[in-house]
């Protein structure tokens, strides 16, 4: 069966970075498009962006541009974003889902989510 | 940015009655070349991670009860639970994936009356 299994939570300090990972199972991995979500505690779902199949494309939401990273492993089935410049608004569950073969479709199986503390 | 509009906040519905929630974007979201809805909807549960309910505005995903049902096409959609089961409480979210970036609404939290 699909399954997306992300990395454990972590807890950082204002100004450092994080490197999430989600680890794909059960599919043809270079198949479907990946994208993250962020969900801050109690609020609502706030995409962050996606990465396609071959790694060579990207799209991010204007309010994490110039400090977010998504890459992919073809080799180990995983995808990594990685967040800059933390601040306390970044306090959040992450997830990663699967998106369809193409570009414009729902996101069909999520992760499990990580939870990122930005604290002093 | 396409802005998705839910409607109501919250909503207390009884043991087997309907809950109706209304999503609205700010632009069309249907794209005529292939007359598709570019609209999903989620149901998210107390600590669990977001299930795809319906995607295509009305298309319910494997797995679905039959009790949920999409509907609308351009700018205003629904999404209908009939005969609420105590098992329905969650927040609900619509989003759409026309165009980047994609967008959830804000959330409908059901609750039981």
């Known amino acids: 069966q699909v399954r997306l299994v992300q990395s454990g939570a972590d807890v950082k300090e204002p100004g450092a970075s994080v490197k999430l990972s989600c680890k794909a199972s059960g599919y043809t991995f270079a198949n479907h498009y990946i994208h993250w979500m962020r969900q801050a505690p109690g609020q609502g779902l706030e995409w962050v962006g996606v990465i396609n199949p071959g790694g060579d494309y990207t799209n991010y939401a204007k309010n994490f541009q110039g400090r977010v990273t998504m890459t992919r492993d073809t080799s180990t089935n995983t995808v990594y974003m990685e967040l800059s410049s933390l601040t306390s608004d970044d306090t959040a569950i992450f997830y990663c889902?699967?998106?369809?073969?193409?570009?414009?479709?729902?996101?069909?199986?999520w992760g499990q989510g990580t939870l990122v503390t930005v604290s002093s | 940015d396409i802005v998705m509009t839910q409607s109501p906040d919250s909503l207390a519905v009884s043991l087997g009655e309907r809950a109706t929630i209304n999503c609205k974007s700010s632009?069309?979201?249907?794209?005529?070349?292939?007359?598709?809805?570019?609209l999903a909807w989620f149901q998210q549960k107390p600590g669990q991670s977001p299930r795809l309910l319906i995607s295509w505005a009305s298309i319910r995903e494997s797995g679905v009860p039959d009790r949920f049902t999409g509907s609308g096409s351009g700018t205003d959609f629904t999404l209908t639970i009939n005969s609420l089961l105590a098992e329905d409480v969650a927040v609900y979210y619509c989003l759409q994936y026309y165009s980047f970036p994609h967008t959830f609404g804000q959330g409908t939290k059901l609750e039981i009356k």
């Open positions: 889902a699967r998106g369809g073969i193409d570009l414009a479709a729902p996101c069909d199986y």
């Open positions: 632009q069309n979201v249907l794209y005529t070349s292939n007359n598709k809805d570019y």
